[in-house]
Nanobody
């Protein structure tokens, strides 16, 4: 089993910044892609950004140029630096990790951290 623990959420005014962290722990063999998703009230969960173990990144169009995803493979930790935040970024942000063991891939989720951006 792999546990993901997020931290760094909070409330900020529009234009501000926050940095989210997500640390994986437990019986870790190999983690491939890690990512951040978000879910606003009344909306479906959506992809924000992903990063492979080799450092290749991908972003939703809505956050390109404002958010940066990074990871520390030695610490099994992924980060999301969020700048120029907008009220529409308000959501619960979830960390995701793709764990591979004996050729089998399992997806794990964190408990979520609330990000609130006021205008």
């Amino acid at each position: 089993q792999v546990q993901l623990v997020e931290s760094g959420g909070g409330s900020v005014q529009a234009g501000g910044s926050l940095r989210l962290s997500c640390a994986a722990s437990g019986s870790i063999f190999r983690i491939n892609t890690m990512g951040w998703y978000r879910q606003a009230p009344g909306k479906q969960r959506e992809l924000v950004a992903t990063i492979t173990s080799g450092g290749t990144t991908s972003y939703a169009d809505s956050v390109k140029g404002r958010f940066t995803i990074s990871r520390d493979n030695a610490k099994n930790t992924v980060y999301l630096q969020m700048n120029s935040l907008k009220p529409e970024d308000t959501a619960v942000y979830y960390c995701n990790a793709e764990h591979v063991l004996y050729g089998r891939t399992s997806n794990y989720w964190g408990q979520g951290t609330q990000v609130t951006v006021s205008s």
